[in-house]
């Protein structure tokens, strides 16, 4: 994996409980919500990386992160879908896969059930297998509380090379990261 696989995928993480659109005191989800919180968070993505956002782009990709004066100036492109991914209407990976030669890499965010993870990672790896460049796919995993979404966690598979691994796990909603567990941990000199 690159350094620049490695920071975005670190930014997005961080970025991820910035501005979250939801508390604890008032925790209902919707999709426009959402998809306006990725698109901050894919923003600040580019902003830090030293590149810029743009929206629906060509084929109506959900998002580009591009370089100014490149000679490949196509980071990745995103897709995101509130669908959960493993419904066989959710094509946004097989978008990506049409156009993996153009970006560094690209990225796919989704949403799963706990219960459909396996589901979900296998239908990305047998999409992806071949690809030419690598994927990272970011999971929210939630479970249901009648006809609500309630996040849990956060995980990051990156897909390379015909094969898959999992990057990272954090919970979905920042009150719940435990910051002790940080705070309390010494430094390495």
């Given at each position: 994996?690159r350094?620049?696989e ?5 930014l997005f ?16 989800i919707?999709?426009a919500?959402?998809?306006i919180?990725?698109?901050?968070v ?12 743009f929206?629906?782009?060509g ?19 995103i897709e ?15 978008k ?10 690209s ?6 059930r ?9 239908k ?44 990272r ?8 990261v435990k910051?002790t567990k940080?705070n309390?941990?010494?430094?390495a000199?």
């Amino acid at each position: 994996m690159r350094r620049i696989e490695r920071d975005f995928i670190c930014l997005f993480n961080c970025l991820w409980y910035q501005d979250f659109p939801v508390t604890e005191s008032d925790p209902a989800i919707n999709r426009a919500n959402w998809t306006i919180h990725i698109g901050l968070v894919v923003r600040q993505c580019a902003k830090l990386l030293g590149g810029r956002a743009f929206f629906e782009q060509g084929n109506r990709t959900d998002a580009v992160i591009r370089y100014p004066d490149e000679l490949q100036p196509v980071l990745t492109n995103i897709e995101w879908e509130w669908t959960p991914a493993h419904k066989p209407r959710v094509n946004e990976l097989e978008k990506l896969k049409e156009k993996s030669s153009e970006p560094f890499f690209s990225t796919f965010v989704s949403y799963s059930r706990k219960e459909h993870l396996v589901d979900v990672l296998h239908k990305a790896s047998t999409i992806w297998n071949g690809a030419e460049k690598p994927l990272i796919f970011f999971i929210i995993i939630y479970r249901m509380e009648g006809r609500n979404r309630v996040f849990e966690d956060l995980k990051t598979h990156f897909f390379a090379r015909n094969s898959a691994k999992k990057i990272r796990s954090q919970p979905a909603l920042p009150w719940l990261v435990k910051r002790t567990k940080y705070n309390n941990m010494v430094d390495a000199e």
